[in-house]
């Protein structure tokens, strides 16, 4: 057993719809988009390399709302369950634009999904987080930050900063220092 990852054995759920009572069963997967990386829904992998797209990108930056409640070059990653639905995943540290709001997620319409195999309920940190790229015959939304980088977030991490990633990556991009944290 991988203590991070459910394997593709491990990743069959059943879940039910509170509203209609129709129960699902198969895999699910965490769906993730950064703040702004819909710029890529104009393009297509032929008009625009995953460098180039990145670039156009980070013009959009900041996040104002994301560098209010985490620092400065702070972009917020807003998180999705993926398979049969397409909800918002439960338990973000944090929700774009009000880091108090409660809104509507998984749980709010389907039940806690259980394993096909030993009934144990899914732990959403373990589902497998989608890969995104933007290459010939495949331009995912918000693709280009994992293509031109190599990047994609751990489950659930609510936000991410660009530059720092730039730096890891090797590619020219805003400068970046660690933000220092005193402990009282």
Request: net charge negative.
């Amino acid at each position: 057993m991988n203590p991070l990852t459910y394997t593709p054995a491990e990743n069959s759920w059943t879940w039910t719809n509170r509203r209609t009572g129709l129960q699902f069963s198969g895999p699910l997967h965490l769906a993730w988009e950064v703040a702004s990386d819909p710029i890529s829904d104009d393009y297509t992998t032929s008009d625009i390399s995953s460098r180039d797209l990145l670039r156009l990108w980070l013009r959009r930056l900041p996040d104002s709302g994301a560098e209010s409640a985490f620092g400065a070059g702070a972009v917020t990653i807003s998180w999705y369950v993926t398979g049969e639905p397409f909800e918002g995943a439960p338990f973000p540290l944090w929700r774009y634009g009000d880091p108090g709001s409660v809104d509507e997620d998984f749980l709010t319409f389907f039940s806690w999904p259980v394993s096909t195999t030993d009934k144990s309920r899914v732990n959403f940190l373990r589902l497998p987080v989608e890969d995104k790229l933007w290459r010939d015959g495949r331009g995912d939304k918000g693709g280009f930050i994992q293509e031109a980088t190599g990047w994609k977030p751990s489950a659930l991490q609510p936000v991410m900063w660009p530059g720092h990633l730039l730096q890891a990556a090797g590619l020219p991009g805003p400068s970046w220092q660690p933000r220092h944290i005193s402990l009282v």
